[in-house]
């Protein structure tokens, strides 16, 4: 089975702080891992996947195959970041499913 | 560019209505789905469509029905509806189901059963 936990309901950070959304998951063969970001009143949309290893909006996220992990991260957070974050495993290959975590509501202060 | 599109937005329905949600894409996608999202719990699988003429059940497909019409359009019904049904529905499709892909969401519907 594959699971994914976003052990933080909500994050709160100030502006210019750095912040860190964690996830964690379980699967036994080779994850595919997205992060989705749903602003206020607006459609959740792709903020970035690890096999593009790219950053979105300066945000990163490393897959740590030991840790079964993959964090996002930004070093300088803004108002605009101000989201719900959900973390997404798939398997690869013809695996279609697409697992959520639970979600991680990010509020960025001035 | 509409990318996925979901209607109706918003809908009221008392216990025991049927209602059905449509939900069309023009990215020309093979694959589509549908999920609910409620408070605390993310977002979960109801069904799925890998290619036009198959549905499957997802995590949560107890008291829904889906129909993959054509390529485009992949509408969800509740049959009798339960207040344990009231969320929020989002529509995805993504170009096939291999699992690199990415999925695109539509703006969802918010539906309420009394």
């Known amino acids: 089975a594959q699971r994914v936990t976003q052990p933080e309901k909500l994050l709160s950070v100030f502006k210019g702080a750095p912040v860190e959304l964690k996830c964690n998951y379980s699967?036994?063969?080779?994850?595919?891992l997205f992060w989705y970001v749903q602003y206020s009143r607006q459609r959740l949309q792709l903020l970035l996947r690890h096999i593009s290893r790219e950053s979105i909006k300066g945000f990163t996220a490393d897959l740590n195959k030991g840790e079964t992990s993959f964090h996002l991260k930004k070093p300088f957070a803004q108002e605009e970041d101000s989201a719900m974050y959900y973390c997404?495993?798939?398997?690869?290959?013809?695996?279609?499913?697409?697992?959520f975590g639970k979600g991680t509501l990010l509020t960025v202060n001035p | 560019n509409a990318g996925v599109t979901q209607t109706p937005k918003f809908q009221v329905l008392k216990t025991g209505q049927s209602m059905t949600l449509q939900c069309a894409q023009d990215m020309n996608h093979n694959s589509m789905y549908w999920y609910r999202q409620d408070p605390g719990m993310g977002l979960r699988l109801i069904y799925y469509s890998a290619s036009e003429g198959t549905t499957d059940k997802g995590e949560v497909p107890n008291g829904y029905n889906v129909s993959r019409l054509n390529k485009r359009e992949f509408s969800l019904r509740l049959e009798s509806a339960a207040p344990s049904q009231t969320s929020v529905y989002f529509c995805?499709?993504?170009?096939?189901?291999?699992?690199?892909?990415?999925?695109?969401f539509g703006d969802g519907t918010r539906l309420s059963i009394l």
């Open positions: 995805a499709s993504s170009p096939t189901s291999g699992g690199s892909q990415p999925q695109h």
């Open positions: 997404a495993l798939s398997g690869a290959g013809s695996n279609y499913k697409l697992t």
């Open positions: 699967y036994s063969g080779s994850p595919e």
